[in-house]
């Protein structure tokens, strides 16, 4: 792993994953103490019988997103990126923009989020990930993906291969109803390797 690939890393972790205050865009209500209060609807996830969504999003704190939310974090970490390219002096950024790569002229990484339902865990074991989806709006743990650009790609001297990272989310483990973080093995980003 080349040391932009580190510090690439490193703002995508801080990007989904930062302590946020729960932002304006969720629909709040203010009472006599002005203290803040999350609208849910009649949670219908398995995991609501022993856990508050309410109380979830509270201990949880940054690790739920609405699609909003997520999508300015994703705004501001290409606009921090973008500037970060510019001090390095990397001089075709915006087309590294357009095609929302990482600048790497080799192996291109697309960074994608999603929001997965179910994920093998490091085990092999399916788990169900857990979401606040009775909240107005729903909230959602985000999962960071790396494509190769170009799958073909490399140079002379080596090929792209994908790199895997593992990340913690919560689930709910069905077997002993219990809420847990668990880990998952995930592809994060494009390498070059010395293919001779």
């Not at 600048?103 to 997965?116: A, F, L, Q, V």
């Not at 709006?137 to 650009?149: H, T």
Request: charge should be neutral; include cysteine; charged fraction near 25%.
């Amino acid at each position: 792993m080349t040391m932009e690939h580190v510090i690439i890393f490193i703002l995508i972790l801080e990007c989904f994953y930062t302590s946020t205050s729960l932002s304006a865009t969720q629909n709040t209500k203010s009472t006599a103490k002005e203290e803040t209060v999350l609208e849910f609807k009649k949670c219908a996830e398995p995991w609501c019988e022993k856990y508050s969504p309410f109380e979830l999003m509270k201990t949880y704190t940054g690790l739920f997103y609405t699609k909003e939310e997520i999508e300015k974090k994703e705004y501001i970490f290409q606009e921090s990126r973008s500037k970060y390219l510019r001090q390095q002096g990397v001089n075709d950024v915006d087309v590294i923009l357009r095609k929302q790569g990482d600048g790497d002229s080799c192996c291109i990484t697309i960074h994608r989020t999603k929001r997965e339902q179910h994920l093998n865990n490091t085990n092999n074991k399916e788990r169900a990930i857990v979401h606040l989806t009775s909240g107005n709006p729903p909230s959602y743990q985000w999962v960071p993906y790396g494509e190769c650009y170009n799958s073909n790609g490399g140079n002379s001297c080596g090929k792209c291969v994908m790199e895997y990272v593992v990340l913690s989310l919560l689930v709910y483990d069905t077997d002993i109803k219990k809420l847990m973080f668990d880990q998952f093995e995930l592809p994060t980003y494009c390498s070059c390797k010395r293919t001779f």
